[in-house]
C-alpha cells in the first residue's frame, strides 16, 4: 500500500527565510504527487502537482517541488517565506488510475517577522 | 466558475443520531470524493463517486454511505454517530476522466457530537 511521510510537524521561518518542507513516498510505481495548503477554516487549496514530464515543477504563491525517484521525494520549496504562508501543508499521492488521494500527516508552517 | 460547495457548515448531533452532508461539485465534475479530517487521524479517504456509482472505498464501517446524483451532487450519511465521528469532512470534485486532473476541496462540513 501506498504511503506518504512527511518529516516535521511543524517547521518555523523568519520572513524571507528559505521555506523547505519534505515529503517521502513509499510506492514501486512513481504514483502522482501533489502538495495542498489548509488555511483556518477552510478546505484544502491545491499548490502544485507532479504527473508525468518535468520533474521540477512550479505551483501557485512562488512555491516549488522537485519529483526524485532516486530519492522517493517529493519537497516544497520557496526561496523566500511570506507571513501568508503560514498555513497546514499536505503531500498527497495517488495512484494512476484512481483519484483517492493518501495524504501525508501535515506540517505546519510558522512565519516570523 | 463556482468551486465545490459545501452544505452545511457546522452542525452539531449527539450520540446515536444520523446525519447527512452534502456536496456540490464544480460544474462539469463528474466524480465526487469525501474525506474524513481529525487531529488524531489526519485526511482519510472515505470513499468516491462516479457517474452515481461508488469507484473506491476506504476503511471506514457500514455507518459512513453516499450516494451520488444523476447531476453529480453527492451526499454522505452517517447513521449511528458516535464521539468519534466528530471530525471536518471534506469534499473534493474533480473530472474523474482517468486523467488524475487534480482534485478541488470544499470548504468541508465540520461534524461536533456531543
Known amino acids: 500500500a501506498q504511503s506518504v511521510t512527511q518529516l516535521g510537524s511543524h517547521v518555523s521561518v523568519s520572513e524571507g527565510a528559505l521555506v523547505l518542507l519534505r515529503c517521502n513516498y513509499s510506492?514501486?510505481?512513481?504514483?502522482?504527487l501533489f502538495w495542498y495548503v489548509q488555511y483556518p477554516n477552510q478546505g484544502l487549496q491545491l499548490l502544485l502537482k507532479y504527473t508525468t514530464g518535468a520533474t521540477l515543477v512550479k505551483g501557485i504563491n512562488g512555491f516549488e517541488a522537485e519529483f526524485k525517484k532516486s530519492e522517493t521525494s517529493f519537497h516544497l520549496t520557496k526561496p523566500s517565506a511570506h507571513m501568508s504562508d503560514a498555513a497546514e501543508y499536505f503531500c498527497?499521492?495517488?495512484?494512476?488510475?484512481?483519484?483517492?488521494?493518501?495524504f501525508g500527516t501535515g506540517t505546519r508552517l510558522q512565519v516570523f517577522p | 466558475k463556482a468551486g465545490v460547495t459545501q452544505t452545511p457548515r457546522y452542525l452539531i448531533k449527539t450520540r446515536g443520531q444520523q446525519v447527512t452532508l452534502s456536496c456540490s461539485p464544480i460544474?462539469?465534475?463528474?466524480?465526487v470524493s469525501w474525506y474524513q479530517q481529525t487531529p488524531g487521524q489526519g485526511l482519510q479517504f472515505l470513499f468516491e463517486y462516479f457517474s452515481e456509482t461508488q469507484r473506491n472505498k476506504g476503511n471506514f464501517p457500514g455507518r459512513f454511505s453516499g450516494r451520488q446524483f444523476s447531476n453529480s451532487r453527492s451526499e454522505m450519511n452517517v447513521s449511528t454517530l458516535e464521539l468519534g465521528d466528530s471530525a471536518l469532512y471534506l469534499c473534493a470534485s474533480s473530472l474523474g476522466d482517468g486523467t488524475n486532473q487534480p482534485q478541488h476541496f470544499g470548504d468541508g462540513t465540520r461534524l461536533s457530537i456531543l
Open positions: 498527497a499521492v495517488s495512484e494512476r488510475d484512481t483519484d483517492k488521494l493518501i
Open positions: 510506492s514501486s510505481v512513481p504514483p502522482y
Open positions: 460544474s462539469g465534475h463528474r466524480s
